[in-house]
């Protein structure tokens, strides 16, 4: 497809599990960036990649939250030991890096711990 | 610290009418300003975007407005349609920061026929 891709679009764990997000963003966008949406609020900025660099993670919550783009392309987002404050949609969004250029959401991955 | 607000949780207009939906920012360094539209369980799809050297922009039935000197940015609909029933985010960015977008809480839209 086109658009930006996202998968699990559900994913249910158990406090103290890993969970892997996935994101394949727009072909040939440089840019991408992950955000966390808690219900009823505005998605709040996560960590940046400009092509395999991660250039900003100021906003990763905690040393639990790590992201990887290792080519490029694909990026991960990866919990560990997760907690129930967890719990929120997760979503990636890209860019083609030039300045003052949009960025394009996926749909998100809905994150639910027990 | 919310850098960008959205003061009104919901606004219901007529279908055919006007609708405008507001945002204050309080970074005057922001220089990037976005309008999205999400609807339930799908992300944000981008609508509208305009530069701090510009004050209005204008694409189709949305115009995005932004008066730099009262750090205030608005979105006019017109006309409405059902279809536009949704919530709308506000985004703004500033280059320095390599586009991470700041957002308010969002408002919801809703189009009455």
């Known amino acids: 497809g086109a658009g930006v891709s996202q998968s699990p679009r559900y994913k249910v764990a158990k406090r103290g599990q890993d969970v892997a997000l996935r994101c394949d963003p727009i072909s040939g966008h440089v840019s991408l960036f992950w955000y966390q949406q808690a219900l009823g609020q505005g998605p709040e900025f996560l960590t940046y990649f400009q092509n395999e660099a991660q250039l900003d993670k100021s906003g990763l919550p905690s040393d639990r939250f790590f992201a990887e783009r290792p080519e490029g392309s694909v990026s991960t987002l990866k919990i560990q030991r997760t907690q129930q404050e967890d719990s929120a949609v997760y979503l990636c969004?890209?860019?083609?890096?030039?300045?003052?250029?949009?960025?394009?959401f996926g749909d998100g991955t809905r994150l639910s711990i027990l | 610290d919310q850098q960008v607000k959205q003061n009104s949780p919901s606004l219901s207009v007529q279908e055919g009418r006007i609708s405008i939906l507001n945002c204050d920012y309080t970074n005057s360094m922001f220089d990037y300003f976005l309008w999205y539209k999400k609807y339930p369980a799908e992300g944000p799809t981008f609508l509208i975007s305009i530069s701090s050297i510009k004050d209005k922009n204008e694409d189709g039935r949305f115009t995005v407005f932004l008066n730099k000197s009262a750090k205030h940015l608005s979105l006019h609909i017109v006309p409405s349609q059902p279809g536009d029933s949704a919530v709308y985010f506000c985004?703004?960015?500033?280059?320095?920061?390599?586009?991470?977008?700041?957002f308010g809480e969002g408002t919801q839209l809703t189009v009455n026929p």
């Open positions: 969004a890209s860019s083609p890096g030039q300045r003052n250029q949009p960025q394009h």
């Open positions: 985004a703004a960015s500033k280059e320095t920061s390599g586009s991470r977008l700041t």
